[in-house]
Structures are given as C-alpha cells and as structure tokens.
C-alpha cells in the first residue's frame, strides 16, 4: 500500500491530507520562510477539530513517523523529511477577547496580523511578535518578545492558560500556572522550550487597553532615520545613545539594502528605528538626541511618523518573503560596543556586495529595550525557561542567499557579526546567549539554556513524548 493511500484511509474524512509530489519545488506543498532544511514531508495533514488531531497523533506513533506542527512556517531551524507528518494548522484560527477577564484565546493556527486584526478594533492590545507572518504559537513556546518586553515582560510572562494535546496523552489538557506536579512542569517547560512536547490549540494571554498607555491620537509614535553608509558611525552613535532604553522606548538599528524603487537600488542603508508606546510630548522628549542637528543633517531621511496600532508591523513586511535559503544568527548581549556595531556594518556590506541580486537581502538588527520588567517577572527563582532576562541588547542576523554553495560564505559571514557584538560582554566573561526562536541547525544548545533547564527539558519530554513523536532542539536535535 502506497504512503497515500495508507494516510487518506485511516485518518478521519475531515482531515485534509496531502502528499507531496516530489518532482514539484520544496515549497509548494510546504510554504515556508527559508528553503534551509528543508525537504518534501511524508504528508502535510490539515485537521479541522482536536479529534483530527489525536488521530494524526495515533497515525504517526503507529508508523514511526515524527510530526511536526507548522503555524507561520518561520522556524527555519525545524527539521522537516520524509520522516515527517506536517501537520498545518490553519483551521485553529479562533481569537476569543474576555474584556472581563482582560484575557485573549488564541488559535494554535493564528498568525500575528490574525490576532492584531481582531483586538485592534476593540481597543486592546496583547504580546505579539513584531512581524505579521510570524506564528503566535511558534513565537511563544520560545519566550515570546515584543515590542513592549520594556513593560509587561515575555510573552510568557503574560500567559494564563495552555490547551495541548500532549504527545503522550489522548485528550487534551489545560494547564496553567496554578497546576501542580507534572503538568505544572509540563506547563514551565512550554514556557520558553516549549518544542515538541505536542500540539497546541490554544494559548490565553493576558489582553491590556490600547488607551491605558495614553497614546497621542491613538497612534504609536515612530520615528525613522536612515544614513547613508558612510554616517556608520554617527547612526550607532545615535543608536547606543538610548541605552539602556526607556521602558516604553524601542529602539532597533538595522543594516539593509535600498530596494529596487529607491533612487540608488542596492545602496547600503543604516536605519534607526524608534517606537514609542506613550504619548507624543513624552516621546520626543525620550528621544530628544534624535532631533539634534548633528544627527539630522547627516541622514537622508529623518522623519516621525505616528501609526496605526494595526500597522505597528507593516515596516517589516519584506523581512517576510517566502523562499531563498536564511538561517538565524542571534545572540543577546549585556553591552557591546560603537566598535563592534562599525565592524559588523562592514562585513554586512562586505558579505551583500559579493552578489548583490543573490545575498543582498541579507540583514541585521541590533534591537535594544528596558530589561527591568523582564528582570522583574522573572522574580526569586524563575520557573520559565529564558535565560536572557538581564540582556537588553539582541542581535539578529540573516543571511539571505539563493545559491546553497553560498551556505559556507554565510556561515561565516554569520558568524563572524555575533562574535563582533559579543568581543564585549566576553572580554568580562559574561555567558554567550543567544535567542531560541532564532536558532539554527547545529547549534550548541548550551547557548539557550542552562545545563539545569536542559536536565528538566529531557525529563519532561520524557513524561510527555515518550515515543519522540515531537521535535525539540535540546533532546532530538538536528
Ligand atoms: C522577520 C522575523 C521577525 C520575527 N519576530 C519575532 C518577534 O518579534 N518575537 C519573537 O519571539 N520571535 C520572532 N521571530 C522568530 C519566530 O518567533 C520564530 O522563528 C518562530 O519559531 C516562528 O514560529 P512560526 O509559527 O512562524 O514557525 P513554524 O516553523 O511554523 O513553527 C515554529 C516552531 O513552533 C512549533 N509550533 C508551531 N505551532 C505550534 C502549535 N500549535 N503547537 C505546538 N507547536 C507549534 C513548530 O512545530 C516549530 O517547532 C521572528 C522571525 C522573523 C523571521
């Protein structure tokens, strides 16, 4: 009996299920962000209910299948074969506000913008990734940031209630912060190494008032300065001139390529980006030095612009693209220097000028926030598990290429900016972190969590995936 028809007949008719033609490209059974290690699955599983569910489960235990659950498809980290059952989740889509509660349920499908949409209009606002095709799900079984970490903490600092069907068991569970034994471990775990452990159909976060914050019309206050490459120094100077930031300040650097509609397509730009979630009046006074003659008149755009909450993400749409090979290169660190920020600028425009048309997507981000509330909510003994609560500087880099023979070159290209940025906190022997949700195959697990976390990570999957249906970065690894 082929694959196809083993699959179709012994799952329920209200599953859909797809078997990838594998002549056909990587991506067009499974859309997904990067091309990087990926190839065509076993079956992609669409369930439409937690019954469909728990039968996928019982069909992959029985075939010694692994099953992978994909939500906004950005975890280029994922291993996904032909040892896999894809499981998509797009029909887990339900956004319950309980504007008594102050809470939000959130689909196990939903992605960023699904969630956005909903609550916008009603006036609230919860921890959501700062990218519109990011999975809520998949963002926060790794912590969860955002951009108001300054003031509420994690994601999962803020959560109230997980529904799972844990891979060991053959209904769902509930389980929050007030369960107890293993379940409440289960529910720590799910808290920041939350992969592979099962599937999630729902998440409930706290939900806050967009009008609680004072927001001047409304709107989120921004403010944008690019410099041409040359000013390098005078933007990371800008840049670094807001630490630590204000709790209600975000402010993110970004080294990026002029599009094709810009006057010089291609030119190597430096971005500063500044978020405020206060009013007006408050935020210009944060951010006086932005306004100051001496950085305006060497940038070529410099401009404030409120948004639309719902518009908050819509700057990082190409960030988004589907295809083409990105692999994550992160670290959080505790200082770095003008240096080291000038050095990595160098070796982006180095590493994009080789092939402009092939790698010059290619970017970085140095984002910066308060650390006091992520500090804070992690209390005496932290029970989550994030180790970079202290870390108010986070590093994300992006090799972009079309050609896997560039995977080499980008590696070390890759490489080499994390190790620039952390010259600092190392030269004071301060610990290499780096950030879970933006790992990348191979990676030394001992850079996301402590050898104590990594011990209860092994011990719940243990419990709860006894049969390593599930893919976690810790216990299957790449
Ligand atoms: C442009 C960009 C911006 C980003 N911004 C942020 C940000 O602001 N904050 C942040 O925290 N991260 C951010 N990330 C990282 C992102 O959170 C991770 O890549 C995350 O893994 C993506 O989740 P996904 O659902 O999109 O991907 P997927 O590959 O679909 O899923 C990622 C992981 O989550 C698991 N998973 C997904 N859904 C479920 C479910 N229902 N039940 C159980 N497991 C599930 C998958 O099996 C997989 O292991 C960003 C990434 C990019 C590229």
Not at 209 to 217: A, Q, Y
Request: glycine residues 10%.
């Amino acid at each position: 009996m082929t694959a196809e028809n083993d699959i179709r007949s012994l799952l329920p008719s209200s599953c859909i299920v797809t078997i990838p033609d594998v002549e056909a490209h990587v991506q067009a059974a499974t859309p997904r962000w990067s091309d990087s290690g990926l190839s065509h699955p076993y079956a992609v599983a669409t369930p439409s209910s937690e019954a469909d569910i728990i039968a996928i489960i019982a069909y992959t235990r029985t075939n010694k299948l692994k099953i992978i659950p994909a939500n906004g498809g950005h975890g280029s980290y994922v291993p996904v074969n032909g040892g896999t059952i894809y499981l998509d989740m797009s029909s887990f889509k339900d956004v319950v506000l309980n504007e008594t509660e102050e809470e939000v349920t959130i689909g196990g499908g939903c992605v960023t913008s699904e969630v956005l949409n909903q609550l916008t209009p009603k006036g609230w606002y919860t921890a959501l990734p700062n990218s519109n095709a990011v999975g809520v799900i998949g963002a926060f079984i790794g912590g969860l940031s955002h951009s108001l970490n300054g003031k509420h903490g994690l994601g999962i600092d803020v959560v109230k209630s997980i529904r799972i069907i844990p891979f060991s068991s053959t209904e769902p569970l509930d389980i929050g912060p007030n369960s107890q034994g293993q379940e409440k471990e289960l529910f720590n775990v799910l808290c920041g190494a939350g992969h592979g452990l099962g599937i999630i159909t729902s998440v409930t976060l706290q939900a806050f008032p967009i009008s609680n914050l004072s927001l001047t019309d409304n709107k989120i206050w921004t403010r944008r300065l690019i410099f041409p490459a040359p000013q390098i120094s005078a933007a990371a100077r800008l840049y670094t001139s807001f630490w630590p930031p204000h709790p209600k300040l975000v402010s993110v650097l970004i080294f990026l390529r002029a599009p094709p509609s810009a006057p010089r397509p291609g030119a190597p730009m430096i971005m500063l980006a500044l978020s405020y979630f206060g009013p007006a009046e408050a935020a210009e006074k944060v951010t006086a030095k932005s306004f100051d003659e001496e950085f305006t008149s060497k940038a070529i755009v410099n401009m404030t612009v409120p948004i639309e909450w719902e518009k908050a993400n819509d700057g990082s749409a190409p960030l988004n693209a589907h295809g083409g090979f990105k692999e994550y290169f992160s670290c959080y660190c505790k200082e770095t220097s003008l240096g080291s920020i000038e050095r990595t600028f160098g070796a982006w425009e180095k590493f994009t000028s080789k092939d402009l048309l092939g790698r010059g997507t290619s970017y970085v981000v140095i984002g910066s926030w308060s650390t006091e509330q992520m500090v804070a909510k992690g209390g005496q003994k932290d029970e989550k598990f994030f180790v970079a609560r202290d870390r108010g500087i986070f590093v994300q880099c992006v090799p972009w290429y079309k050609d896997i023979g560039v995977k080499a070159d980008a590696d070390a290209f890759g490489n080499e900016v994390i190790d620039m940025l952390r010259e600092q906190d190392r030269a004071r022997g301060t610990k290499d972190w780096c950030f879970v949700n933006n790992i990348r195959e191979g990676i030394d697990v001992g850079e996301i969590y402590t050898d104590e976390q990594i011990e209860s990570i092994r011990a719940v999957k243990g419990i709860w995936d006894e049969e390593a249906l599930g893919w976690n970065p810790v216990v299957e690894g790449w």
